[in-house]
């Protein structure tokens, strides 16, 4: 069986707490956002990102990021993707918030290290289930500091911990040409939206089919 994980992020690795976030301060709070689909169901997340487009006349050639879109849009997009995950089961959320402010200064010291934490927390027991996972996050969120560190890291783990023979496939793609990212950049931006700005509407219609996690909370 083969797996396709699309991975965005919402918030930063920043820990300047001083200042207003978005006024010279850090996000509160750091979200990271997966959709997971069978490969022959790859077409399904992509097409209501399609169909958005059509319907609120966004610019087709320029990517639509959630921050750009409005409350209307928004809710709309979790009504759809709630929809989707009710028809198909076997299509998945997942999600993970860290608490910024509660995280240890000694883990501040290298945020790779708790970005990789999260997603193996997140994902590896998903991971292990299957043969094969083509992994294809957005390529802002692997760190340059890191290097090849992260697929190592969840490869490792999924080798000698968790008894899995599965092979990891990481492909980076821009959310900018790749309508799954820019699915999960939507799912990332309900669940940032609701710890970051309280702004829990369109949390409240995906929620009951989202599998969300918090850490240091």
């Known amino acids: 069986m083969s ?4 991975l965005d992020e919402s918030g930063d690795l920043g820990w300047k707490f001083d200042a207003p976030y978005r006024r010279g301060g850090s996000s509160r709070y750091l979200t990271i956002s997966c959709l997971i689909v069978p490969e ?20 087709s050639k ?3 990021k959630w921050s750009e879109m409005d409350m ?5 997009f979790a009504e759809q993707a709630k929809k989707m995950r009710n028809e198909h089961p076997d299509i998945k959320y997942f999600s993970m918030t860290v608490s910024k402010e509660k995280v240890m200064s000694h883990i501040r010291s290298d945020g790779n290290k708790l970005y990789n934490y ?3 927390l997140l994902l590896l027991e998903e991971m292990s ?5 083509n992994f294809i996050p957005d390529p802002r969120s ?3 500091e890191s290097g090849n560190s992260m697929s190592d890291y969840l490869q490792t783990k999924l080798w000698f911990e968790h008894n899995s023979k599965a092979i990891l496939n990481t492909t980076p793609c821009d959310s900018a ?8 950049d939507m799912l990332s931006g309900i669940v940032q939206g609701n710890y970051e700005d309280s702004n829990s509407k369109p949390w409240k219609i995906l929620a009951p089919v989202l599998r969300s996690r918090r850490l240091y909370f």
Do not use: T
């Not at 022959?40 to 610019?59: A, F, V």
């Not at 289930?129 to 996972?133: A, F, L, M, N, R």
């Open 3 to 6: 797996l396709y994980i699309y």
């Open 40 to 59: 022959n169901k790859r077409h399904l997340p992509k097409r209501i990102i399609q169909k958005m487009y059509k319907k609120y006349k966004w610019n």
């Open 62 to 64: 320029k990517e639509k």
């Open 72 to 76: 209307i849009s928004r809710c709309y």
């Open 118 to 120: 999260m997603i193996g």
């Open 129 to 133: 289930s299957v043969d094969k996972i």
């Open 142 to 144: 692997l760190k340059v």
């Open 177 to 184: 040409s790749n309508r799954n990212i820019q699915f999960a």
